[in-house]
């Protein structure tokens, strides 16, 4: 049995490659129109969003910002992956938003205006389990202590997955640390 996912790009059944006559999703060109991502697109388009997906790749392999905004950065081949991803998205969009100029027909609409629905009565609830923060409060100072841990062990280490790795380990200690600011707020509010 052959898994379609294992197949080259040429055999896969959603990559037909005869697409002679049609124009570009993107910029309506004729020439050098292939399958991407179940779309017609021509080479120029198709190459720029290779180059985006790659960087997006390598952003999502070491957990750094997502794209957009801001290139810099202290490492290279980040700054090379952010750079080329700016200049291949504003090709992409200086393309689409020339054909996104043309003229639509707007749609008729059919459906009626939402009813308004009641609004539903929230529930207070007087009492807190004291017992139960007091077992996510131990469990979430245990957490705290090995991320802390984690921390000192990645101290010294320099490089981009460690680096990555400790802003991860950062905003992991800032969610715990809330979280235990709230449940102390919920244990006062108790008494």
Not at 25 to 39: G, Q
Not at 74 to 88: F, N, Q, W, Y
Request: one cysteine or more; hydrophobic letters at 35%.
């Amino acid at each position: 049995m052959i898994d379609v996912a294992t197949l080259p790009y040429s055999a896969h059944p959603d990559n037909d490659l005869s697409r002679a006559g049609e124009a570009c999703s993107w910029c309506d060109r004729t020439d050098d129109v292939e399958t991407y991502r179940n779309e017609p697109r021509c080479g120029t388009c198709r190459e720029h969003e290779t180059v985006i997906d790659a960087a997006r790749r390598f952003i999502g392999m070491y957990g750094l910002r997502p794209l957009g905004g801001s290139v810099t950065s202290e490492d290279e081949d980040e700054l090379r992956h952010r750079t080329d991803a700016r200049a291949a998205r504003a090709a992409l969009d200086s393309t689409r938003s020339a054909k996104a100029a043309k003229p639509r027909k707007p749609r008729a609409t059919t459906q009626r205006p939402a009813t308004q629905r009641a609004t539903s009565r929230v529930s207070k609830t007087d009492t807190v389990d004291v017992a139960a923060l007091g077992i996510r409060v131990t469990a979430l100072l245990e957490q705290l202590a090995t991320i802390d841990a984690e921390i000192t062990d990645l101290d010294g280490s320099t490089g981009l997955p460690a680096r990555a790795r400790m802003s991860d380990l950062e905003r992991q200690r800032t969610t715990v640390m809330t979280t235990l600011a709230a449940l102390e707020k919920a244990r006062r509010n108790a008494r």
